[in-house]
């Protein structure tokens, strides 16, 4: 071990509470019911992190840590992996607080809001969508989250969804294409063109700029795509070489859960309403298709809860994310989701905190992020609290930070 030391290691100390979300081999734990919340998250006491080159190298009791370079101290604060949320819409212009309020007293979400943000956000100039998007992930990393997936989908023209995109990859490698978020104002007259432009030239200029590509199926909206339009979106984002997301099951119990699983879908996002038929599809799929929870959404357009419980119960793999976005949920905050999860969807504090680092690595497959365990990235956040406990016993405050390690 003394190896450790070379190279600019550094050894990170000092913590009461560590919360490795790793199994006894140091693999990704499993989510669910199989085993008890405690066995899940991995935690030890008193523990020290050693990183060398931006990665894990040991994990253990702070007594047993092995020498290092240079040594960064909590001071008694709890440690766990960087939260991993999976589900964002960061590269934006302008605001729909109105909308908001307008919903608080009473107007129901349908999607059409989204017009507005896409005005606005081509009228933008890249370098203010730019400072806009780096502040928020900045707001990010203040509040814990050291991964972030940011999806295109409030440009709607060829040229703005590709820059969206390009501008997007300044920050995080987890891209997603998004064209078909919405059929915009401008093509509402033709959705069949709109569809066209989506699967054609809009999907091969942001191709290059994406990991992923999503889409937005849900009948219940008019302003959204049906079971078929869907399909066709995700199949030519899967010939482009792209990952495949859904969001689906947002406004009613549609066919967004059953067409993310027949494709292998990575995700399919939101689950708000959810059959029988739907849970059971997600069951057969757990370690393809992670159902991403938003309840940061709910709380912003008083709808419903996901039955977080009841999927956890049946086996499911569930993610949690922020959907950060100008309309359904303009917060940052993985704590704050964190806490909706125990308070609203019945989950464990436990369970949210895994749901919200595994399970968002799980929904990127991802196995280098979401745990502390050797060979993962070092990507720390610390609490200012002794516990994970506190993530949803204290709700709203500002108790998390990414860990800078310079």
Known sequence: MSALGAGGSTVVTGIRELVTCAGADGGMPVLGPVAPASARLGVVPDAAVVVEDGVVAWVGPAASAPSADRRVDVGGRAVLPGFVDSHSHLVYAGDRASEF?????????????????????????????????????????????????????????????????????????????????????????????????????MLAAC???????????????????TEEEARRVLVAGRDAGLGLRVHGNQLSAGPGVRLAVELGAASVDHCTFLTGADVGALVGAAGTTVATLLPGVEFSTRSP?????????????????????????????????????????????AEAVVAATVGGARAL??????????????????????????????????????????
């Open 101 to 201: 309020t307008a919903r608080m007293a009473g107007t129901p979400y349908d999607g059409g809001g989204i017009g507005v943000t896409v005005a606005a956000t081509r009228a933008a100039s890249d370098d203010e969508l730019r400072d806009l998007l780096h502040d928020r992930v900045a707001e990010m990393r203040a509040l814990g989250t050291t991964t972030v997936e940011v999806k295109s989908g409030y440009g709607l023209s060829v040229e703005d969804e590709e820059r969206s995109l390009r501008l997007a990859r300044e920050v995080t490698g987890e891209t997603t294409f998004l064209g078909a978020h919405v059929v915009p104002p401008d093509a509402r007259d033709d959705r069949a063109a709109y569809l066209d432009l989506v699967c054609g030239p």
């Open 207 to 225: 191709a290059p700029h994406a990991r992923w590509v999503d889409v937005f199926c849900e009948p219940a909206s008019a302003y959204a795509f």
């Open 305 to 349: 809860y996901p039955d977080g419980r009841g999927l956890v119960d049946a086996g499911v793999d569930v993610a949690l994310a922020t959907d950060c976005n100008p309309g359904t949920c303009n917060t940052s905050s993985m704590p704050f989701v964190i806490a909706l999860a125990v308070r609203e969807m019945r989950m464990t504090a």
């Open 365 to 406: 497959r991802r196995e280098d992020v979401g745990r502390v365990a050797v060979g993962s990235r070092a990507d720390l956040a610390v609490l200012e609290a002794p516990s994970f406990e506190h993530l949803a016993y204290r709700p709203g405050m500002p108790l998390a930070r990414a860990l800078d390690l310079g």
